[in-house]
């Protein structure tokens, strides 16, 4: 008997477009619905750039309005976003702030530009959040399109997918 698929929402915030090829990968992999987070705020050049380290080290994380009002409609949600200073990006911590409606599934992936520590970023977020993340991740920039990075995302998908068809034990 053949599983029947999870319905799938991949949110995801990105400002260089790491984070949306991630995102995009997953979703064709989940056979999800891609659902962007919006930002104007981090979206001018040079000036965007400086203001969302700014707001990072300072845990400024305000959600400008989003176009979705819940996202409990989905059996399991991927949230997809970079690591500003070490921290998942205010987008990001914004939302898991929020009362939006999660649903008891909840993974998430996070791309950098450096070597930031994922545990910490993890543990922020799932602070955030006010629970822990079924499946966690993380993808250095220059990873993408790497066979290394390529089995990261195997891993998180086989975690991922561990939540829904437990192997048998003996």
């Known amino acids: 008997m ?4 999870l319905n799938t929402g991949i949110v995801f915030y990105s400002r260089s477009g790491h984070s949306e090829r991630l995102a995009s990968k997953l979703s064709h992999r989940l056979n999800g ?10 979206s001018f050049g040079v000036f965007g750039y400086m203001r969302a380290g700014y707001d990072s080290l300072r845990q400024n994380c ?23 200073t070490s921290y998942p990006a205010t987008p990001i ?3 898991l702030r929020t009362d939006v409606g999660f649903p008891q599934n909840v ?9 930031s520590p994922a545990q910490k970023a993890w ?6 959040l006010g629970r822990s ?11 993408e399109g790497t066979d290394k990075g390529q089995r990261l995302i195997d891993q998180f998908l086989d975690e991922l997918g561990a939540i829904h068809h437990p192997k048998p034990t003996g």
């Not at 993974?107 to 070597?115: E, N, Y």
């Not at 993340?133 to 990873?143: D, K, R, Y």
């Open 93 to 95: 911590r914004a939302l």
């Open 133 to 143: 993340f079924v499946a966690t991740a993380m993808l250095g920039n220059s990873l």
């Open 62 to 84: 305000v959600l400008e309005p989003q176009s979705f009002a819940s996202l409990a409609k989905f059996d399991q949600v991927v949230i997809c976003g970079p690591v500003w």
């Open 33 to 42: 619905t891609l659902i962007r987070m919006s930002a104007p705020r981090y």
């Open 107 to 115: 993974a998430l992936f996070l791309t950098s530009s450096s070597h």
């Open 2 to 5: 053949e599983a029947t698929p």
């Open 123 to 128: 543990a922020v977020a799932a602070q955030d």
